[in-house]
């Protein structure tokens, strides 16, 4: 080995310090907009909650205390196939599938309903600590999320805890991760009272993206402030992106464009 001067040492070190963190210090996180593909009716007294996407059909979660349901929608039209209430004391919040079942969090009541995806009949209940925000699921577990950084894995079939990731964008942790989407190998997450949709790597916790929003239901026509941006629904067979928000009356098909 060739013994190198000092200050050639100096000059490596200060290169490989250099390469090291170049990618901190250059990495601020893209942004994405995007494209309306199509818009649909949407029932505009739906606290949207929970959306996901099954075999041709939306199935949504509304929220607030004696208005909380879990509904079957007609894509194209907006309405409400079948839908089966809360008990009025709940407040709604995310809603996934698995299998044949869909399982709906509360807010603050620290209970879950599972219900049958076919009948709408309560098929159990469990509960879980802290609040419960969104859900959503991958081939192996559910995912939830409670206003905070963390997003929990939870055991499909027990319900117990399996994991938790914390959510960081630009190293810092995001909160308020609100409705959940499973996509592709990534979890899209709608950050509450914000236009922006969080692209996270489920594995690192990683914000690798952001989706931008802005303008899709523009201010004006949101009926109230907190008809806020939630609902992200994948159809994976037809590769659909679906998004809307509390008690909007459009649900969008959207695209992603190009990061700026
Ligand atoms: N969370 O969905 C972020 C978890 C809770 C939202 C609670 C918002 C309550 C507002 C009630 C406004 C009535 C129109
Ligand atoms: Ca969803």
Known sequence: MQPSSFPRRLALLAALAAAAFAPLALAATPVQGYKVVRSYPHDPDAFTQG?????????????????????????????VLQAVELPPEVFGEGITRWGDRIIALTWQEQTAFVLDLKTFKLWRKFSYPGEGWGLAHNERELVMSDGSAELRFLDPLSFKELRRVKVTADGRPLTQLNELEWVEGEILANVWQTDRIARIDPKTGRVTGW??????????????????????????????????????????????????
């Not at 996901?52 to 907006?78: A, C, I, M, N």
């Not at 989706?211 to 402030?225: K, V």
């Not at 649900?251 to 190009?258: D, G, N, P, R, S």
């Open 51 to 79: 959306l996901f996407f099954h075999d041709g059909f939306l199935y949504e979660g509304t929220g607030l205390r004696g208005r909380s349901s879990v509904r079957k929608v007609e894509l194209e039209t907006g309405r």
């Open 211 to 260: 989706i931008d929003l802005t303008g899709l239901l523009a201010g004006p026509q949101r009926p109230h402030p907190d008809a806020v941006l939630n609902g992200i629904a994948y159809d994976a067979k037809a590769k659909r992106l679906f998004v809307t928000g509390k008690l909007w009356p459009r649900l969008y098909e959207i695209q992603l464009t190009a990061p700026r």
